[in-house]
């Protein structure tokens, strides 16, 4: 057809006394495969519970990082306020209980890079256990 195609040639690190045990399949990308490669190079997707002060936004501006909030709660009106404002994330959410519900429910189906959750301080020990099986439920659920 008088076009090349890309291909993932893997890179083996060490010394192999069996040269045959080196050499991983060579897998081709046809045009689709490499849009798809390119975005999940160039652009990372986090969810966030807990606005906070805001000063990962302010990390990922300064350093020009490509994140992205995709998800976003947080339990103080205030705090959606400011995602909404500084963030071009879409999904943004009352509380954790809401984007577990959220993660479950829509079968959110971005690739999510990271998570960012700040702990609100309880007055209880029981609150607290609480927040943290919910936090550990998000989590494991994003990672599904």
Same mark, same amino acid.
């Given at each position: 057809? +008088?076009?090349?195609?890309?291909?993932?040639?893997? =890179?083996?690190f060490?010394?192999?006394?069996?040269h045959?045990?080196?050499?991983?399949p060579?897998?081709a990308?046809?045009?689709?495969?490499?849009a *798809?490669?390119?975005?999940?190079?160039?652009?990372?997707?986090?969810?966030v519970?807990?606005f906070?002060?805001?000063?990962?936004?302010?990390s990922?501006?300064?350093?020009?990082?490509?994140f992205? =909030?995709?998800?976003?709660?947080?339990?103080?009106?205030?705090?959606?306020?400011?995602?909404?404002?500084?963030t071009?994330c879409?999904?943004?959410?009352?509380?954790?209980?809401?984007?577990?519900?959220?993660?479950?429910?829509? +079968?959110?189906?971005s690739?999510?890079?990271?998570f *960012? +959750?700040?702990?609100?301080?309880?007055?209880?020990?029981?609150?607290?256990?609480?927040?943290?099986?919910?936090? *550990?439920?998000?989590?494991?659920?994003?990672? =599904?």
């Amino acid at each position: 057809h +008088g076009m090349d195609h890309f291909a993932n040639c893997p =890179i083996r690190f060490g010394d192999f006394a069996d040269h045959s045990a080196a050499k991983a399949p060579i897998r081709a990308l046809y045009n689709s495969d490499v849009a *798809i490669a390119a975005r999940h190079a160039a652009r990372f997707d986090w969810a966030v519970y807990g606005f906070n002060s805001g000063h990962y936004l302010h990390s990922i501006a300064v350093s020009s990082l490509p994140f992205h =909030i995709v998800l976003a709660a947080d339990p103080h009106e205030y705090a959606r306020a400011l995602f909404r404002e500084l963030t071009s994330c879409t999904s943004v959410l009352s509380g954790l209980s809401q984007l577990l519900d959220h993660i479950r429910g829509s +079968g959110h189906t971005s690739l999510i890079h990271g998570f *960012i +959750g700040h702990c609100p301080c309880f007055h209880s020990r029981e609150a607290d256990r609480k927040f943290w099986d919910l936090l *550990i439920s998000t989590i494991t659920q994003l990672r =599904i």
